[in-house]
């Protein structure tokens, strides 16, 4: 039973381009969350998806940032033009419900030349 | 000040000693949760508690509802312990397992 498996584990973009992260949920998890560790600093919050919608966005920066959960295939965080202070590790979880514990990807480490 | 705080921030030990690493949090909480970051990333969810005491290996989890305190505890260290712990919390206003995380204590046992 694989476990929440993202990719690329490790991403490099230049300024300006666009960063597309995947993530695919365990088996039966219908629920997605993605975090974002900057370096040095602590994980945040940034979305909270299921299937085909977005419940909460409050921790998504307001522009070139967008999340989507499709119905087939894995959720996706996309970031647009990218900048330097977008490098950071990009988490993401999965849990079959909101009340039962998340489990976590490995990370997607993004570097921006 | 943030929602949840994390001490120490950093812990040496000895292989063989009892390990203690303390969270607070300041929001009413649904849930608290403890995990753990090894070098390279990856990350692993230990324990979810909403009260009372639970026990993995060697590893148990503590929380004091009233207090707004939990404890990660670490008995017979061994080097392969060594990673950061960090403790997260489910706020009730959240309605659902939205996660806001203490800093992380950044733990290394020596053999």
């Known amino acids: 039973n694989a476990g929440v498996m993202q990719n690329p584990r490790h991403l490099v973009r230049r300024r300006g381009q666009e960063a597309r992260l995947r993530c695919s949920p365990m088996?039966?998890?219908?629920?997605v969350y993605w975090y974002r560790q900057l370096p040095e600093e602590g994980l945040k919050f940034m979305v909270y998806l299921q299937k085909e919608n977005i419940i909460d966005e409050s921790g998504m920066p307001k522009e070139r940032f967008s999340a989507e959960f499709p119905k087939e295939g894995p959720s996706i965080l996309r970031i647009q033009q990218v900048v330097r202070g977008d490098s950071a590790a990009y988490f993401c979880?999965?849990?079959?419900?909101?009340?039962?514990?998340?489990?976590f990807g490995d990370g997607t480490r993004l570097s921006i030349l | 000040k943030n929602e949840v705080e994390q001490s120490p921030q950093n812990l040496t030990a000895q292989e063989g000693e009892f390990i203690t690493i303390n969270c607070s949090y300041s929001v009413g909480i649904s849930a608290l949760h403890w995990l753990q970051q090894h070098p390279g990333g990856g990350i692993v969810s230990l324990f979810m508690?909403?009260?009372g005491k639970k026990k993995h290996g060697r590893l148990i989890a503590t929380i004091n509802i009233q207090e707004k305190h939990s404890s990660l505890h670490i008995t017979a260290s061994h080097p392969r312990d060594s990673a950061v712990y960090i403790c997260?919390?489910?706020?009730?206003?959240?309605?659902?397992?939205?996660?806001?995380f203490g800093a992380g204590t950044r733990l290394a046992v020596h053999p």
């Open positions: 979880a999965s849990s079959p419900n909101r009340d039962q514990p998340q489990h």
């Open positions: 508690l909403s009260s």
């Open positions: 997260a919390a489910s706020p009730i206003s959240g309605g659902y397992n939205k996660l806001i």
């Open positions: 088996k039966g998890h219908s629920h």
